[in-house]
């Protein structure tokens, strides 16, 4: 029996870009909001973006938002981020609270912060969901598959890889 990790090593580079560019999205939003609201970016901030950055890996793990799209909505993946977001910034103000440092961090910068995250998140998934989605048009990036048995419901599933070719499935035959 193996040990559940919350943290899997994982083989794919997609998951990986995807984290890496999350954590990218994250700081930026974090330096467009100390322009924008013109706060002075103190240890303090700087340890609430670390704070955001760490939990925010965490919960989008609990999430599973790097898992394989290929097949999922859109709008869940983005879901899953934003629900990642949120909940890193409310453990930012609990922790904030707990160690009562909510009066050094300006409430109007950690909103400008948390709304350019969910925007900027949004985004570079959107644009990442549409280069993928016109390779598969194009025949790039394909997966081979087959099914298994000559049902009605092998007929369905058929049809449905035949109608989305976005996901870039290469049906093979029954």
């Not at 998951?15 to 924008?36: P, V």
């Not at 290929?70 to 707990?98: D, E, N, P, Q, Y």
Request: proline share 2%.
């Amino acid at each position: 029996m193996t040990s559940p990790r919350t943290f899997k090593p994982s083989g794919s580079s997609d998951a990986n870009f995807y984290r890496l560019f999350d954590i990218f999205a994250l700081f930026l939003a974090f330096q467009c909001a100390a322009l924008l609201y013109d706060f002075k970016l103190s240890p303090i901030y700087a340890a609430s973006a670390l704070t955001v950055a760490l939990s925010y890996l965490y919960s989008a793990e609990l999430f599973s938002t790097y898992r394989s799209w290929r097949a999922g909505k859109f709008r869940t993946m983005v879901m899953c981020a934003w629900g990642s977001v949120l909940i890193a910034f409310a453990f930012l103000l609990v922790v904030s609270f707990l160690f009562k440092f909510t009066e050094s961090l300006s409430r109007l910068g950690i909103a400008i912060w948390f709304m350019l995250s969910v925007a900027y998140l949004y985004i570079w998934r959107l644009g990442a969901y549409l280069y993928k989605r016109n390779r598969r048009k194009l025949g790039l990036s394909q997966r081979c598959v087959a099914i298994i048995g000559a049902t009605e419901s092998a007929a369905y599933l058929h049809a449905e890889i035949i109608k989305h070719d976005e996901l870039g499935f290469n049906f093979k035959g029954f």
